[in-house]
Nanobody, 121 residues
């Protein structure tokens, strides 16, 4: 069983930046992907970004392209989501995910506990 521990959420003004971290404990596999989904109040959970641990291939939702950057440090079993130029619409609980991620189905093998990101206008 893989445990995901997230950190880095908080409150920021529009135009500001935050960096989320997600560390996988117990075991990981080179074929893993790690990423984030988010869920705003009253809305369904949606895909944000993902990275393949073996080669660093990244994928982003259109709504965050050019503003968010996902990266990973395999030695630390950690993925990072750098969020710049934040807008109020980015306000949500951000969930780290790992394993087999299926963006279209909002599906992942493992989930983190979620961290709140609030962007004030």
């Amino acid at each position: 069983q893989v445990q995901l521990v997230e950190s880095g959420g908080g409150l920021v003004q529009a135009g500001g930046s935050l960096r989320l971290s997600c560390t996988a404990f117990r075991r990981t596999f080179s074929r893993f992907r790690m990423g984030w989904f988010r869920q705003a109040p009253g809305k369904e959970r949606e895909f944000v970004a993902a990275v393949t641990l073996s080669d660093g291939t990244t994928k982003y939702a259109d709504s965050v392209k050019g503003r968010f950057t996902i990266s990973r440090d395999n030695a630390k079993n950690t993925a990072y989501l750098q969020m710049n130029s934040l807008i109020p619409e980015d306000t949500a609980v951000y969930y780290c995910a790992a394993g087999t991620l299926i963006e279209s189905r909002i599906s992942a093998t493992y989930w983190g506990q979620g961290t709140q990101v609030t962007v004030s206008s």
